[in-house]
């Protein structure tokens, strides 16, 4: 079955430090993978999206993202946070054969002054 | 130019009555995705909707949810006779275009209490 898995549901470092968010998938086609990002009481937004090409994308706010397929890893990388970006953190994949995106239940980034 | 709108952004209802979710999409969007998200969990596809159509609603529990997306106006996610089960935030998506490579803009949610 296709699943989306974020091993940490919270995640706490200091301001100025490098953050790395873990995603693994398991889906059976050609993946697409997104991370949005949600702040507290808002919807989602997409920080970036993956569909084919350069396996390392940059997204909005700083934040970026490698596909390895041989680990079927997606994390999402920042390599210096800022209080604003605390927030959860949501992985999602889907693929060209349906709508709908299966998505991860997300990981809490705590930020410390 | 306006983004997604959901409205009510809170909603509390009794167990037996109805619930009715509205979502605008943004502006030239006409294709429409219901999401919901139980706490301490990730969003669960429920639906998705083009005008007048329902393209995908392979999410939907099969009793008490319905989905509209009419040609003038929002679209509708009803709940009827709730249950304490269907306390959960509930979102929508809107983009321009079918398909995942499209980005899914979504709305501020409907925080659904059932007492």
């Known amino acids: 079955a296709q699943s989306v898995t974020q091993p940490d549901i919270h995640i706490t470092v200091s301001e100025g430090a490098s953050l790395e968010l873990r995603c693994n998938y398991s889906?059976?086609?050609?993946?697409?993978l997104f991370w949005y990002v949600q702040s507290p009481g808002q919807g989602l937004q997409l920080l970036l999206k993956?569909?084919?090409?350069d396996t390392l994308v940059q997204g909005i706010k700083g934040f970026e993202a490698e596909f390895k397929r041989s680990q079927s890893s997606f994390n999402l990388r920042k390599p210096s946070v800022h209080w604003s970006d605390a927030a959860e953190y949501f992985c999602?994949?889907?693929?060209?054969?349906?709508?709908?995106?299966?998505w991860g239940a997300g990981t809490k980034l705590i930020i410390k002054p | 130019n306006a983004g997604v709108m959901q409205n009510p952004r809170h909603l509390v209802r009794r167990r037996g009555q109805e619930a009715r979710l509205r979502c605008s999409p943004m502006?030239?969007?006409?294709?429409v995705y219901w999401y919901r998200q139980l706490p301490e969990e990730g969003l669960k596809f429920m639906v998705y909707?083009?005008?007048?159509?329902?393209?995908?609603e392979s999410g939907m529990p099969k009793e008490r949810f319905s989905a509209e997306f009419p040609k003038e106006g929002p679209s509708i996610l009803r709940i009827q006779q709730v249950v304490r089960g269907d306390s959960a935030a509930y979102f929508c998506?809107?983009?321009?275009?079918?398909?995942?490579?499209?980005?899914?803009?979504f709305g501020p949610g409907t925080r659904l209490l059932v007492l």
């Open positions: 502006k030239g969007h006409s294709h």
């Open positions: 993956y569909f084919s090409g």
């Open positions: 999602a994949v889907g693929g060209d054969s349906n709508y709908q995106l299966i």
């Open positions: 909707l083009q005008k007048e159509n329902i393209i995908d």
């Open positions: 998506a809107s983009t321009t275009r079918g398909g995942l490579q499209e980005t899914q803009y």
């Open positions: 889906y059976g086609a050609t993946p697409y």
